[in-house]
């Protein structure tokens, strides 16, 4: 139905591909997390799949759909789990893969490009001048940071530095509109608000300055707990140590760790729920004490480690954030999740109330982090999925706790955060992208205008049902 023939003639030197498996692999992100998503989406592919090497290459394809009126879909990883860089309307998918170069580094910033995948940035960056990125998915050795930045929330080093839409946590961001001629735009300041976390609807991210702060050998500690709550107040309470220094705080409740963290297995019991963390080398000693005055066993502790594990085991940040879910799911693919909020300044309660609540049919799992200046945690429960209704219900019954969830079974921008319509992300693409041609279906507010946020009712993109 695109005229792709069209496309290639115009864009001629840059890589185009139309093989059909190789399409429908680079069409397809983590949207499998859910089921939901799963049997709504599985079927979705692009055209073809379009890779630029250079930002002028960028603006050529750009203008070449713009004319052609063919759906952009961009690509980093591919390792957004809510479904964001599904093509839901076909055309193609812009993969940045190969714009990855780091191309200056200063003292407390990186520039590079959007296709740079965040542990490179870190290698470069370290060799440089013993820094690294302030904030970064547990994707890091896999994921863009382009794509994080127009796909993540936050992740490792968010207990330090937030949420990455927190002021000060992107520098700039330099952004390509879709139109007859691509403007170049480089937004500071609070004009980043139009394309962070707006999943490409709006604006093709080039080239990113990010943050950096002083490097560590983080050593990767796990502390193991009686019961959950005793992991998730332990958890918060070192979360409120501002003197030790950590980059990752996460509690998960048994059984969970033995039971998906297979090659960490020797070092946990069935019924032990644990803390996973990452300590700054010279804060050891402190969270020593600290894990003594809080009757809290070490369980595994990186820096005294045998060589052999030391290269068998992942590294802690692979066992938190959404690599938790994700070893869950290669041992038992029934599992789902949930992203949630435990609220200041009860946040300990709301844990409680969810786990008296469910049980072990939603495992607890929260990520501590700083949120307005609190120490609060934010939550990725696993879910023992039986039904859509009775995810639904677990849904309602969360929010109706007063634990908001940013429902990661849906794939638009609205339904899987604030559940409202974002007017500075609105009003941008209204001005970057006239045709609505980037990543069509995402953001309901630019579909249907008139949408209700407060239906129970999930939102269905039209053009799904012609991909
Ligand atoms: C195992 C696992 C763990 C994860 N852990 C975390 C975590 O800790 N924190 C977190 O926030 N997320 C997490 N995620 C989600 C995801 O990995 C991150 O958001 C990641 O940063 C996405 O990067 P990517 O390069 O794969 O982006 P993609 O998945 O390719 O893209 C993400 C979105 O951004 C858009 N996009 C990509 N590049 C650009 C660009 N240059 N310009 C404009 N739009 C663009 C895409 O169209 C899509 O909408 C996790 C996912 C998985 C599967």
Not at 312 to 322: G, I
Request: proline residues 6%.
């Amino acid at each position: 139905m695109f005229d792709i023939t069209a496309l290639q003639k115009a864009i001629t030197g840059i890589n185009v591909e139309t093989n059909p498996q190789i399409v429908r692999q680079k069409s397809r992100d983590f949207f499998w997390y859910s089921p939901v998503l799963k049997r709504q989406l599985e079927h979705v592919t692009a055209n073809a799949i379009v890779t630029p090497k250079t930002e002028a290459e960028v603006a050529e394809v750009l203008a070449a759909c713009f004319e052609l009126e063919i759906p952009v879909t961009t690509r980093g990883s591919g390792t957004g789990n809510y479904g964001q860089a599904m093509p839901l309307a076909g055309g193609i998918v812009l993969n940045l893969a190969e714009m990855n170069a780091v191309k200056a580094i200063r003292n407390g910033s990186v520039i590079a490009e959007a296709g740079a995948i965040m542990a490179d940035i870190d290698l470069a960056t370290r060799a440089h001048s013993n820094q690294e990125i302030r904030l970064h998915p547990s994707t890091y050795r896999t994921a863009t940071i382009g794509g994080f930045i127009a796909g993540g929330s936050g992740g490792v080093g968010s207990i330090n530095w937030g949420g990455l839409r927190d002021p000060g946590n992107v520098i700039r961001t330099r952004v390509l509109t879709m139109e007859a001629t691509p403007r170049v735009l480089d937004l500071t300041g609070d004009d980043l608000q139009r394309v962070s976390h707006a999943y490409g609807t709006n604006g093709i991210i080039t080239e990113v300055e990010i943050p950096l702060s002083a490097a560590y050998d983080w050593i990767d500690v796990l502390v193991g707990f009686d019961t959950v709550l005793a992991a998730a107040s332990f958890a918060q309470s070192l979360g409120l140590q501002d003197g030790i220094l950590t980059k990752e705080i996460a509690a998960i409740a048994a059984p969970v760790p033995y039971d998906y963290f297979l090659r960490h297995q020797k070092f946990l019991k069935r019924e032990t729920s644990v803390v996973v963390t990452m300590v700054a080398p010279h804060a050891m000693s402190a969270f020593e004490a600290f894990c003594q005055r809080s009757r809290a066993e070490i369980l595994y502790r990186s820096d005294l480690a045998s060589d052999e594990d030391l290269k068998s085991l992942p590294p802690a940040y692979e066992l938190a954030w959404n690599h938790t879910t994700l070893r869950g799911l290669r041992v038992d693919p029934s599992i789902t999740y949930l992203q949630t909020l435990y609220p200041h300044p009860d946040s300990l309660q709301h844990i409680a109330e969810m786990i008296d609540l469910f049980g072990d049919e939603v495992p607890l799992h929260t990520e501590v982090s700083r949120f307005n200046g609190n120490i609060i945690s934010f939550g990725l429960p696993i879910v023992r999925f039986t039904t859509e209704e009775r995810l639904a219900e677990i849904i309602a019954l969360h929010e109706d706790h007063g634990v908001p969830v940013f429902n990661p079974h849906r794939y638009t921008l609205e339904e899987g955060g604030m559940k409202q319509s974002n007017p500075v992300q609105l009003s941008f693409k209204r001005e970057a992208d006239p045709k609505g041609l980037l990543n069509p279906g995402k953001m309901i507010a630019w579909e249907d205008p008139n949408y209700n946020f407060d239906s129970d009712k999930m939102y269905l993109f039209p053009g799904l049902d012609q991909n």
